[in-house]
């Protein structure tokens, strides 16, 4: 029987240089969750996100995708990765939205093979997903950060992914388009059955929609349902991370940050 856990890491520890970035964390994704991830500047989020895409290896510890090493894992279309950078085409970038989102598909027809008509029906189909396809034919830098963002979504999911990665999404998005972008990963995860795992330091809002939420700093320090953080005051949020922290509020953003 096929196990539910789409992501698996043992005592998972790395470093760059001399010190350890990520120490000794364990983590589980199940299916169907969606996972926010937290933690203050430099606390490790974007060195686990790349300990479990294969682009670091780990120093000590295992990793494990779809129940298979992450040395043998090779069923890369299965995950969809947006990184906080990709929202940043300057207007003058010269691809289409349809062309951005075909370039999904690369990992799954090959480099060097062309796009034929069953390809670009399945990046419209995406583009429907998002929301974005009228855009189909605008160039990239024409749209605004949201829009990007929306169509590199589009991007992630063209090759169908049961585990999407969101480092930071909404950076560059505006606070208005937020909302909506949290109701699009909201109907992935729901009615996609698409699992979720995002990075971001807007604590206030990922507990509203996540199911679960992890605390690093350098290792995992909490990570259960959102509900359960959601009750956490100051001190308990000292405890958890080992040392002093603040919730900040800006209107209704929450970010942890070292204090
Ligand atoms: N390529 C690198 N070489 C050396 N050190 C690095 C490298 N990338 C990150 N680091 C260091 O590793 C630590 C963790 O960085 P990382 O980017 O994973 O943290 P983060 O939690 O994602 O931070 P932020 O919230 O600020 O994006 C930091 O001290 C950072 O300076």
Same mark, same amino acid.
């Given at each position: 029987?096929?196990? $539910? ?15 350890? #970035?990520?120490? +000794?964390?364990? %983590? #589980? ?7 926010? %991830? ?25 990793? $494990? ?11 890369? *279309? ?5 990184? *906080? ?30 796009? $034929? ?37 589009? !991007? ?7 585990? %999407? ?19 699009? %990963?909201?109907?992935? $995860? ?22 679960? #939420? ?16 959601? +009750?956490?005051?100051? *001190?308990?949020?000292? !405890? ?20």
């Amino acid at each position: 029987m096929k196990s $539910n856990k789409i992501l698996e890491m043992d005592q998972v520890s790395f470093k760059y240089e001399k010190e350890w #970035v990520v120490k +000794n964390v364990d %983590l #589980v994704i199940e299916r169907g969750q969606f996972l926010g %991830l937290v933690g203050p500047n430099g606390s490790g989020k974007s060195t686990l996100i790349k300990l479990m895409l294969g682009l670091v290896k780990p120093d000590k510890g295992s990793i $494990n995708l779809f129940d298979q090493s992450l040395k043998q894992f090779n069923k890369w *279309q299965e995950i969809g990765f947006v990184s *906080q950078k990709a929202n940043s085409f300057n207007s003058g970038f010269p691809a289409t939205v349809l062309e951005v989102v075909k370039t999904g598909l690369v990992s799954r027809i090959g480099a060097f093979r062309f796009f $034929n008509r069953k390809h670009k029906e399945k990046a419209l189909e995406s583009l429907r997903t998002v929301e974005m396809e009228e855009y189909a034919n605008y160039n990239i830098g024409e749209l605004s950060g949201g829009q990007q963002q929306r169509v590199f979504i589009a !991007r992630a999911l063209v090759s169908d992914p049961s585990l %999407l990665i969101l480092d930071e999404p909404t950076v560059g998005v505006d606070a208005q388009h937020v909302t909506d972008f949290y109701d699009l %990963l909201g109907r992935l $995860n729901k009615e996609k059955e698409i699992s979720l795992l995002m990075v971001t330091h807007d604590i206030g809002t990922i507990t509203e929609h996540a199911t679960h #939420v992890v605390c690093m700093n350098k290792t995992v320090h909490f990570h259960g349902a959102s509900e359960e953080y959601k +009750n956490f005051d100051d *001190q308990d949020l000292n !405890r958890l991370y080992g040392h002093s922290v603040h919730q900040l509020s800006h209107n209704h953003d929450h970010e942890v940050s070292n204090s």
